[in-house]
Every structure is written in structure tokens, then in C-alpha cells.
């Protein structure tokens, strides 16, 4: 296999592909010479764990990530406790896949200061690093487009990801980088240049930012199908030593309506092409 | 009139109340003992420009700004040379209506280096300069929300609209403020308060932030509506000394629906209510 048509270091997301369920996504992807599998926890919904771990890494899929962790911000303490619990039983569902990261969205509540929201997230994460350590399970916090400030993510860039991790200061504490998010950001590579410096990038997730974007959540594109620059900020991630997976990680009700099989297909190619 | 019912520093934008004509806007807002107006620049379409303005002044309404300027970057020259040619059209409009200043969208193009599109901006302004010096016109650079970066602007934060001034330097280049577009950045104060360092906080624009939004461009709520902080950003800002008006710019297909002399109460009581 030529450099050119290996996927070894392509992963795809399940919600990438949301047609398909667990087991046939693995096949697929498997089939597909695709390297690497990040699991969307809904996706385990009714599934041996274990099994369907073993099952990817017996078809050779690396399990890359579970996806997600997070939502710690609440108003009141019981909903703080509800997201720390749900926190501690990705962790557990991640150990039993043998997924080694868990990618947090990290959440905020509308018209809570996010300020507090983001001290929130700091306590939330300190609360189940414990239990990650007994895992050895990474907690890659995923910056958010500033468009999710309102309920989905507090932490808006990569500086106020490396933030919180300059606060809690661990090892298992890093950041998962999503073009999507943070493709506009004119402190973007001075940023990435810090996770490196500090050995946190643990992630690195593409898509494309399509014009016009319809829909705040269903309308990403394929790479190459909008404006981002994706070799120049595979470029700035791979300066750092990342050797990572780049993760493709498409929510699309275009694609979804698509045939699955040819889909993924112009991921493969687009992959080549793009990134 | 008590302070509690003082209108004289709250503008509304034509464009809040898009389906009134100008001169019905004009008089509605007057009537409402409103104080000040922003014009955008369509709603002139077919006017005398200068009488619009005297009719204005004659009814007790003070000309906040030209709305808008900007979209300067561009692929090729001719794009450019006709962005110029237009902001300098805008130039001479303000002149004529008797506006101040005139805000500036600055513009991008989808897949051109956001460096390169905020290289031509800041070219673009320096090119306009001139005029704007022998009419006394300022222009207001306003940061647009990141998700717009695409084609709307590729400046997205208030440090970078700071970073373009500084480099322009000129006392007639400042910062239109907008909470829609910058209430998320953890690094708000920091950048308003270096606004007012440097005497350039220009203007002031609410509306607020709803979830969820459901259009890009045209979901946005009245103060009061959605999770911004609208006191506490209007404290950052008049610590700077800012004097000028709250500009009421709401751009809403809801809105736009309903009565709009309704509305235009609505837009009062929430201006003493949340601003």
C-alpha cells in the first residue's frame, strides 16, 4: 500500500456515518481499510461493551475515543451531581471498549454567567479525575465554535481550553481540536503551539465550514467542501509531534440521506485530497 | 420625565424595524421620544439624502450612524477597487445625511487566508481614510460573531478589531461594539477596557442572544429574550467613559412579523428593563 491510499491514520466517527449501527459501522469501516474508530456513546445503547470493543480491534480498528463526556455546568448542585455521575459512567464505558480518551463537550446554561460555567467544568473534570486515573483514561476537552456558547460549551477557544488545563495541570487532562470550532481564530497556531509545548493535543477532529451554513448542528461538510484551511491546520498539528488520528467527525442531514457505502467512500478520497 | 422613562440615548436601527419606510421609521421613532436613529444605507434608496437627514434633526432625532461599510476583501483587484469606490460612496452619503460615523461589516471571502482578508481590510479602510478625514466621517470597525467568519468578516473579536486600529491609528478608526457578536469572549473586559485606553469605542449595539437561534442571520432577540449579560457588558462599556447611545439592531423574521408600532414599545420597555 502506497503512502498515498493509506488510511491507517483515518478514523471516522459513527455520527459520521448515522445510518449504520455499531457493528456496521466497524465492518464498513474495517473494510474499508479505515484505521481508526471513534464510538458515540448512544451508538453502545444496548451492546456488550467489551464485546464490541474486542470486536473492532479483532476486524483491526483502533478505538480511538468515545464521544462524550462533559455537560458539567448546571444551576443547581443536582444537576452538577447528575452530569458528574454521567461523567464517572463514560469513564467506565470508555475502560470496558477500550477507548483510552474520553472527548468532552464541555457544556454551559443559558444566561449563567460563563464564567461560572467554566469554573464548573474545571470542578466537574477535577471530580472525575480519580477515577480516570484508575482507568488511565484521557478527558480531551473539546473548544467549541463561540455559536454553542449559549448551551453547549462554555470553552469557546483553544486558549480557554489550555486555560482550564493550565489549571488542573495533569496529564490526563488535554484537548481534542476540531477545525469546525476553531478554524477562525487569529491565535489559532500560537494556541496549538502551547498544546504541543505542554504535550496535550490528545485530538485532532476535521470536517469543513460550509457558506452558506444552514443549520447550527446538521450542515458541516466534508473537507473540501467549504472554506477551511485543513493542510494548514494539519500543518500546525503535526508541528507539534501529533501523530494522531485525524477523526472525521461530519454531522450532516445532506450525507445522512446519502448512500452510506459511497459516503464513505468520498471520506477515503476527500481524506487524501484535503487533509 | 423621570430617568426611568429617559429615551434620549436609545437608537434604533431602520433595519430593526425593516418593514417601516424611513421617514415612517423616523416618525414613529420621534413620536416614542426615541433619540437617535441609525440609518441603513438601502433604506435611502431614492431619497434626497440631505433632507432625509434635516427631517430627521427637525424631528428631535439624533443621526447615530451609515449603516454599513466594509466588505473590503476581495479575490481579485477589480473587487477590491469596487469595495473602495463603494465605501467612498458611503462616505459622501453619511456626509449628506449628516451621520457621524459609518459602521464597517469588513468583510471575507470563503477559502482566502483569514490573514489576507484582514491584511486587505486594514488596506481598505487606510484607503478610505482621506475622504473620511475631509468630511469628519469616523468609521467603526464592529467585530462580527466567529460565525460569520466565512464570508461576512474576518475580523471576529474585539482584539482583533483593536489590532486593526492599532495599526491604522487614526482618531477617526474605532470600534462599534455589538453584544450579539462578542458577548462570548472570555476576554471581553479586557478588550473594552483597552477600547477606551485608546478612545476608540465608537458605538454600541444590543439585542440579544436566543436558544436556541434558529437562522443565522435573522433570529436574533430583543434585550431580555436570550442568555447575554446585556448590564454587565453596558457597565464594561461605560466604564470606559462611553457616552454615546444603546443602538437597538435586531434583526428578527419573527419580529418583523408583528405590529411594529407593538413592537417598538417592546424595544423600550426592554431597554429600561435589561440594558
Same mark, same amino acid.
Given at each position: 500500500m502506497s503512502e498515498l491510499t493509506d488510511f491507517s491514520k483515518l478514523c471516522v466517527h459513527t455520527i459520521t456515518t448515522k445510518p449504520w449501527s455499531v457493528e456496521e459501522a466497524m465492518d464498513r469501516y474495517a473494510a474499508a481499510e479505515i484505521g481508526g474508530i471513534t464510538v458515540w456513546r448512544q451508538w453502545l445503547d444496548g451492546r456488550d461493551i467489551e464485546k464490541t470493543g474486542e470486536r473492532m480491534r479483532a476486524n483491526?480498528?483502533?478505538?480511538? !475515543?468515545?464521544c462524550r463526556g462533559g455537560f458539567f455546568p448546571a444551576s443547581d448542585q443536582k444537576g452538577i451531581d447528575e452530569a458528574i455521575a454521567d461523567n464517572r459512567l463514560a469513564i467506565h464505558e470508555a475502560a470496558a471498549l477500550g477507548a483510552p480518551m474520553i472527548v468532552l463537550v464541555c457544556g454551559a446554561v443559558p444566561g449563567q454567567p460563563l464564567t461560572e460555567s467554566r469554573k464548573q467544568i474545571a470542578d466537574g473534570i477535577a471530580a472525575v479525575l480519580p477515577l480516570a486515573e484508575e482507568h488511565g483514561i484521557k478527558l480531551a476537552i473539546e473548544p467549541l465554535?463561540?455559536?454553542?456558547?449559549?448551551?453547549? !460549551?462554555? #470553552?469557546?477557544t483553544m486558549a480557554s481550553a489550555n486555560a482550564v488545563c493550565d489549571e488542573l495541570d495533569h496529564p490526563l487532562v488535554g484537548i481534542a481540536a476540531d477545525v469546525y470550532h476553531i478554524w477562525w481564530d487569529p491565535d489559532l497556531e500560537e494556541q496549538i503551539q502551547l498544546t504541543g509545548a505542554k504535550n496535550r493535543l490528545f485530538a485532532f477532529h476535521v470536517c469543513d465550514w460550509k457558506t452558506p451554513t444552514t443549520d447550527f448542528l446538521n450542515d458541516r461538510g466534508l473537507m473540501?467542501?467549504?472554506? #477551511?484551511?485543513l493542510k494548514g491546520i494539519r500543518a500546525m498539528v503535526e508541528a507539534t509531534g501529533f501523530e494522531g488520528f485525524n477523526e472525521v467527525e461530519v454531522f450532516s442531514e445532506r450525507w445522512w440521506a446519502r448512500d452510506q457505502d459511497e459516503f464513505l467512500g468520498k471520506i477515503k478520497k476527500a481524506y487524501l485530497d484535503f487533509c
Open positions: 483491526g480498528l483502533e478505538v480511538v !475515543s468515545l465554535h463561540p455559536m454553542y456558547a449559549d448551551d453547549r !460549551s462554555a #470553552i469557546n473540501g467542501e467549504g472554506c #477551511i484551511d
